[in-house]
C-alpha cells in the first residue's frame, strides 16, 4: 500500500515525468529512494516502492533524507531523496554535510509556490529553494519541459555519483502543472 493516502487530482494524477526520472534513478542504479509523503511525487512514489530492486523509505522530515542518503553511499549503495520545494528549508543545516564530507546527493524537488499556485504559505519558500540550495553547495539544474527532463536526469546522476557533488533537480510547476484540492 502507497504512503500516498491523498487523492490525486489535476496535472499530477498522469505525472507523465514519473516514469522518466523512474528509468533514470534505474539507469544510474538508485537502490532507495526516500521520501516524505507527497501528492505530486506520487506516482513515482508507487514505482519505486513497486520496483524489486529499489527500497523506498518514508522519512517523518526531508533533513532525515539526507542522512539516509550518505549512509546508503557509506554502505556501497545510491540513493535519491524526493521532496517538495517547502522541504528545502527543512534540510539547511544537514546540507552542509554534504560538502564537508564530499557525499554525493541527488535530490528530485517539485516545485511549489510557482505556475497558479493556490496556497500563499508555499510562495515563499518556492522563491527561496533555489538560491537556498546553492548558497550550500548544492548545483540546481531546473526542468521547465518535459522534453529536457532525460537528459538533465542522466547528466544529474552522472554528476552525484561519479564526481561525487550534491545536485538537485528542480521540477519547475509550469511543468508538473498547478495542484487543485478536491473540497
Not at 501528492?39 to 517523518?60: D, F, P, Q, W, Y
Not at 549503495?77 to 539547511?92: P, Y
Not at 527532463?149 to 544529474?156: D, E, R, V, Y
Request: proline residues 4%; contains cysteine; aromatic residues 6%.
Amino acid at each position: 500500500m502507497s504512503a500516498i493516502s491523498e487523492t490525486e487530482t489535476g496535472a499530477h494524477a498522469d505525472s507523465p515525468w514519473a516514469p522518466i526520472i523512474f528509468d533514470a534513478l534505474q539507469q544510474a542504479n538508485v537502490r532507495q529512494v526516500s521520501y516524505v509523503p507527497d501528492a505530486g511525487h506520487a506516482r513515482l512514489i508507487r514505482m519505486c516502492s513497486a520496483a524489486e530492486n529499489m527500497k523506498s523509505i518514508v522519512l517523518t522530515t526531508e533533513e532525515e533524507g539526507i542522512a539516509l542518503c550518505t549512509g546508503a553511499w557509506l554502505g556501497g549503495e545510491r540513493s535519491a531523496l524526493l521532496m517538495q520545494s517547502s522541504g528545502v528549508g527543512n534540510c539547511i543545516n544537514m546540507l552542509s554535510l554534504l560538502a564537508s564530507c564530499r557525499v554525493p546527493f541527488l535530490t528530485i524537488v517539485t516545485m511549489r509556490g510557482e505556475f497558479q499556485e493556490f496556497n500563499p504559505w508555499q510562495v515563499s519558500m518556492g522563491r527561496a529553494t533555489p538560491a537556498a540550495l546553492e548558497i550550500m553547495g548544492v548545483t540546481t539544474i531546473r526542468i521547465d519541459r518535459l522534453e529536457d527532463l532525460a537528459p538533465m536526469m542522466a547528466s544529474a546522476a552522472t554528476m552525484a555519483f561519479e564526481s561525487d557533488q550534491p545536485i538537485a533537480i528542480l521540477l519547475s510547476q509550469s511543468m508538473l502543472g498547478a495542484k487543485k484540492w478536491l473540497k
